[in-house]
Structures are given as structure tokens and as C-alpha cells.
């Protein structure tokens, strides 16, 4: 197809290119991708590749290569560094906008989607934002249950990851809103222990209320809990 048309334009996409090996997936083409070394150009420069030695091989100019990441993986700081030289960095923000035909249970998902990243830039920064990827296969004929799936299936594990399970910043994330609740010990477990002790533990003692996911508490209230948070004590459930 590439030689029949030669003058069009042709796009390789290599998805999550920082976790691959960047010698194995490039090899002797890591110089040829260069601008100023495709064939045309003035530095052109051909290689003989080790699996067709009879024909020297060249990058053509016309032809784009994306490679995808994600911005929040930390494996992103060892990129190489050639092949960051390579590239063009382009950011790729989350897009609430293409949510906001949206509406479940007369709940905005963009709206969602735009406090929680808020607060997830404040508490931590713009590259842990959540994507709107995890909301596109919702539509308004979604159920709330759909909605919540999300949350206990994605939106949790994720928060748990970004904060290294410090619970109290999830839970300021998700406005207070009984998805998640404090579990508190019994003193009676550490007999020996000081109040002030048993305190500091409970305040870091949560874990996902299944009830609410399981429909059994109420599922409208803790997604609108969210965009506008209630004024109640911390571990108090919805």
C-alpha cells in the first residue's frame, strides 16, 4: 500500500511506548527516525538491517510516529533519553466536555468528573487527573448502578493507588460521601494502648462501604455528595 502510494501521509501508533524496551522495539532505526536523517532529506541515512541484508533501508519522511503514555506512570522518568529527543511531547488532558450529554439519575457525570480533578490537583497534582475514558461507555439510559460500578471499580482503586492509601485525601476526593467509611477498632483490641494511640489508628483505619455499592444505602445522594459535599463528622456513613 506504501509503495503504490507513496505521497501519502502513514501513522505508526506504539501504545505505551515508556514500558517497552526502546532498543528492542527501535534497533538501528533510532537514528533513521530523525527528522534530518529520512530519506530526502539532507542528512539522509540508510542502514542494512540484519533480516534483509541485501537492501539498505531508509525512514521515508512521510510517515508519523505517535507514541502514547501515561503521564501519572512513573516509569515515565526513565524514558530514554534519545528517544525523548525524538519526539514531541504533546499533554493530553481529561475532557469533561465529552461527557456532558451525560445525565444519570439527574446527575451530571461531567460535573463529576470536573470536582474530582480538581481536588485531585489540588490535593496532588495535574498529571494523576482521572480521564474521561473511564465514563464513555456510560449514556443517559445508564443506570445509577452503572454510575457507581465505576466508582467502586475504577475511580477507588485508583485513588488508592495515587495516594498510596492514605484514605482521609480519598475521602476529601469524594466529598465525604460514604463510599468510603471509617472502621473503627475496638479499644478493647489493644487494652494497653492510650486513647490518643487508639485515635491516631482509627484515623487511619478505612475501607470501601460495600453497602452503598451493593444498593442497600443510598446511591443518589453519595454521587451528588460529591459535587456538593455534606457537612458531617469524618467516618460517618451516608
Not at 116 to 139: P, V
Amino acid at each position: 500500500s506504501a509503495r503504490k502510494n507513496p505521497k501519502e501521509n502513514y501513522v505508526l501508533i506504539i501504545d505505551e511506548i515508556n514500558r517497552g524496551n526502546i532498543s528492542k522495539i527501535f534497533g538501528e532505526l533510532i537514528t533513521l527516525i530523525e527528522e534530518s536523517k529520512r530519506a530526502g532529506k539532507t542528512e539522509a541515512l540508510p542502514v542494512t538491517l540484519p533480516y534483509s541484508p541485501e537492501k539498505p533501508f531508509s525512514v521515508p519522511s512521510n510517515l508519523y510516529i505517535i507514541g502514547t503514555m501515561n503521564s501519572s506512570d512513573r516509569s515515565l522518568t526513565s524514558l530514554d533519553l534519545a528517544l525523548r529527543r525524538r519526539f514531541e511531547f504533546i499533554e493530553m488532558l481529561p475532557d469533561p466536555t465529552v461527557l456532558e450529554d451525560i445525565t444519570i439519575g439527574n446527575i451530571s457525570v461531567k460535573e463529576l468528573l470536573e470536582i474530582i480533578n480538581k481536588r485531585i490537583k489540588a490535593l496532588l497534582d495535574q498529571d494523576h487527573c482521572i480521564g474521561h475514558a473511564n465514563f464513555t461507555h456510560l449514556t443517559s439510559s445508564s443506570k445509577v448502578q452503572d454510575l457507581m460500578n465505576v466508582f467502586e471499580k475504577k475511580i477507588i482503586p485508583l485513588l488508592q493507588e495515587y495516594f498510596f492509601n492514605d484514605w482521609e485525601k480519598i475521602n476529601l476526593v469524594l466529598g465525604n460521601n460514604g463510599m468510603i467509611v471509617n472502621d473503627k477498632i475496638d479499644a478493647d483490641l489493644f487494652p494497653n494502648m492510650d486513647s490518643n494511640q487508639i485515635d491516631r489508628l482509627n484515623s487511619r483505619s478505612w475501607i470501601v462501604n460495600k453497602a452503598i455499592f451493593k444498593g442497600k444505602e443510598d446511591q443518589i445522594t453519595a454521587l451528588k455528595a460529591i459535587v456538593s459535599p455534606q457537612s458531617k463528622t469524618n467516618g460517618d456513613s451516608a
